[in-house]
């Protein structure tokens, strides 16, 4: 198996036609690992890029973030409980480096010289605000909306996609504002914004398919529900939302135990992470 150095995944299938459907989730989740492996986690400072980084480093990846500020920085670490991180040595800051800039993306791609890629997690791109009816936008409303929400998407893959190993992976992580008509009108822009990155996804996916050699496979989790960072879930202030920790060991058990490949994943509640 190309996993082999990573996880047993002829085991861990062969395992899941005995027991119990939560034995057999257990049996595999104990053998996920992605140590020797290094994973870019394009908009780690998010909530759910922050998630996917403490998720990551905890099941032993080298984990790349590429940040634009030290705010940025600060607001990863405070989530991650920097403190506690016993393998801090893991995760790889590249500093003041805004991919979605032409000047961003040289400096990842110098910082990243030779190395090889093996897993990328896309969930970078800015929040658009609601504004006016949609019947009142302008055209410099729908272009900032796709050069925030969309444009560091696109880049981000161009910038990468050389760096790629062998039989990596490209997750991007998308939204259900993408999917369904906008509560009102007003969000018009953050809608076509995420159907934008949609898009992206798709076009990656065939993409990977006209290079067979390299084996990419690229998938797309579309999360349909709140998501807290993992303090506010702790204090009761996140009004029903999961946790980006939980999001985050999702994402990284994802990339370490599927092999799936053009996938778009609905994810709507918990029982789904469970799944994955």
Request: aromatic content about 8%; overall charge neutral; proline content about 4%.
């Amino acid at each position: 198996s190309r996993f082999s150095d990573s996880l047993n995944i002829s085991s861990c299938k062969q395992k899941t036609r005995f027991g119990t459907h939560f034995q057999n989730l257990l049996a595999c989740r104990d053998m996920a690992s992605l140590a020797n492996k290094t994973v870019v986690v394009l908009g780690a400072s998010g909530q759910v890029g922050s998630g996917a980084v403490y998720g990551l480093v905890n099941l032993g990846a080298t984990v790349i973030a590429p940040l634009r500020s030290e705010k940025a920085e600060a607001t990863l670490k405070a989530d991650i409980e920097w403190d506690t991180i016993a393998n801090k040595a893991n995760l790889k800051i590249v500093p003041h480096c805004d991919v979605g800039t032409t000047a961003g993306l040289s400096k990842l791609k110098e910082f990243l010289g030779a190395t090889k890629v093996d897993h990328v997690i896309s969930t970078i791109g800015g929040w658009y605000e609601p504004g006016p009816a949609f019947h009142d936008l302008s055209v410099d409303n729908f272009s900032h909306a796709i050069t925030n929400q969309a444009q560091p998407h696109y880049t981000g893959y161009l910038a990468l996609f050389p760096h790629l190993a062998p039989h990596a992976s490209y997750t991007f992580i998308l939204g259900m504002l993408g999917e369904i008509i906008p509560f009102k009108s007003s969000w018009a822009m953050i809608s076509i914004g995420a159907s934008t990155v949609y898009g992206i996804a798709r076009s990656a996916m065939a993409d990977a398919r006209e290079v067979p050699d390299l084996d990419l496979r690229v998938n797309a989790l579309n999360i349909g529900h709140m998501v807290r960072r993992h303090a506010e879930v702790e204090s009761g202030q996140a009004g029903g939302a999961l946790s980006n920790r939980l999001i985050g060991e999702g994402i990284a058990r994802f990339v370490a135990t599927s092999d799936k490949k053009e996938q778009i994943i609905p994810l709507k509640q918990k029982s789904d992470w469970d799944a994955l």
